[in-house]
């Protein structure tokens, strides 16, 4: 249900959009297989804990552990998403962009310049069906307010269209993107 709202949402032009495509990302990197009795576990009172604050069940909290501990020990081994790792998950080889930049930000919630689990997993959270319509509206709009003034103002959307469409390798005129900008606006 939460994929056929995703791509409405698509078809729609939403803030949501990026939200969906970024949610469907991880959750397809989820692994089938526990990766179990590991010293490298989560505490359970962690998984309790998040699964309290979100709007995860403590087993997919687990789940997500799993993959976290795969993305954070991509590149370098120190259990925490740093930005080339999260571009090497997210963007493949692709170079970074406005969008890539504005994701990790939000992930990013301490503002460190790596991501924890925590991070990772209240930041996903955002993305989950069950999630109130207002956490993910407020996502998307810290996504496009990219001077952070609580408006978003013409120009940064535009980035931000610009962006998405580069990410697309879609070519579009610059005439088209100003009409896709005022049909948002
Ligand atoms: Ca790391």
């Avoid at 709007?55 to 501990?69: I, Q």
């Avoid at 998307?140 to 980035?159: M, N, P, S, V, W």
């Amino acid at each position: 249900m939460f994929l056929t709202s995703c791509s409405e949402d698509l078809h729609s032009g939403s803030f949501l959009d990026s939200g969906c495509w970024v949610w469907i990302f991880f959750m397809g990197c989820l692994p089938t297989k526990h990766v179990g009795h590991s010293p490298r576990s989560l505490d359970p009172r962690e998984a309790v804990a998040l699964a309290a604050e979100t709007s995860f069940t403590v087993n997919e909290v687990e789940a997500l552990y799993d993959l976290f501990r795969k993305l954070s020990n991509s590149i370098i081994k120190d259990g925490l998403i740093h930005k080339e790792e999260f571009q090497l998950a997210l963007f493949r080889n692709k170079k970074k962009n406005l969008f890539f930049d504005r994701v990790f930000d939000l992930f990013d919630q301490k503002r460190n310049g790596v991501i924890e689990f925590g991070e990772f997993v209240r930041s996903l959270s955002v993305f989950h069906p069950d999630t109130p319509e207002e956490q993910k509206v407020a996502f998307a709009f810290r996504l496009y307010d990219l001077r952070q003034t609580g408006f978003i103002e013409r120009h940064e959307l535009k980035e931000m269209v610009l962006a998405l469409l580069d990410e697309s390798d879609l070519n579009i005129t610059s005439d088209a993107v100003e009409m896709i900008v005022d049909r948002l606006c």
